[in-house]
């Protein structure tokens, strides 16, 4: 299940430890409403990896720190080092998938 973080500091621990996909998205967007019913399949593909959801507009300054300025995006951060990103971009799933796949094998 996709983890919403309550605040700065609580996303900011899952930069720093384990194998964490953020995933961007806002309300308001078309692209991330066409993918977010396909984020669970992806999320079961995956159960190495743990996905973050960030609302890219309550989290506007790490976006901007992060260099988001397209949504949906992926970032792929293990440890504290990025190993890669899939940003602004209408993704399908097979996309998401095939990008996860190569980061996941890094």
């Known amino acids: 299940m996709m983890i919403i973080p309550k605040g700065v500091e609580e996303l900011a621990s ?3 430890n384990g194998n964490n996909v ?3 998205m806002a309300d308001w967007c078309g692209d991330c ?3 977010k019913p396909y984020l669970p399949e992806i999320e ?3 159960p190495d990896l743990q996905f973050i959801a960030v609302d890219r507009d309550e989290y506007l300054d790490i976006a901007k720190m992060w260099d988001i300025y397209g949504i949906p995006s992926f970032v792929v951060i293990k ?3 990025e190993s890669g990103r ?3 971009k209408k993704e399908n799933k ?3 998938e ?5 980061v996941d094998n890094k």
């Open 86 to 88: 899939l940003v602004n």
């Open 44 to 46: 079961a593909d995956f």
């Open 22 to 24: 953020f995933c961007f």
């Open 94 to 96: 097979e996309e998401i």
């Open 33 to 35: 409403r066409f993918i």
């Open 98 to 102: 095939t990008f996860l796949a190569h």
């Open 79 to 81: 440890n504290g080092e």
């Open 14 to 16: 899952y930069v720093e």
